[in-house]
């Protein structure tokens, strides 16, 4: 299984990016697919995963910003991030379950 990313870049406090992430390879039709965070000095964190069923979580701080949602027959799963804050910047990396696959990480710069 590998998973593509892209979308990432540098946007201004209060833009917008949308990121995308492709799974290919033999995947299991029930499934969470997800994307988590790394900044700098910090650790791999949690932002929104949403289920093959369409159950979805956020983190807190995501919440009413980010939108995340997928498309089941291209196997992808994307992130709408609206007004974002310079503490958004991180590699974000997009995620498979079962049994745990993971994205090569795409950068988000976001200035003030």
């Known amino acids: 299984v590998q998973l593509q990313a892209s979308g990432g870049g540098l946007v201004q406090a209060g833009g917008s990016l949308r990121l995308s992430c492709a799974a290919s390879?033999?995947?299991?039709?029930?499934?969470?697919m997800g994307w988590y965070r790394q900044a700098p000095g910090k650790q791999r964190e949690l932002v929104a995963t949403?289920?093959?069923?369409?159950?979805?979580n956020y983190a807190d701080s995501v919440k009413g910003r980010f939108t995340i949602f997928r498309d089941n027959g291209k196997n992808t799963v994307y992130l709408q991030m609206n007004s974002l804050k310079p503490e958004d910047t991180a590699v974000y990396y997009c995620?498979?379950?079962?049994?745990?696959?993971w994205g090569q990480g795409t950068l988000v710069t976001v200035s003030s």
């Open positions: 390879g033999r995947i299991s039709s029930i499934n969470v």
């Open positions: 995620s498979l379950l079962p049994p745990g696959y």
């Open positions: 949403i289920t093959s069923g369409g159950i979805i």
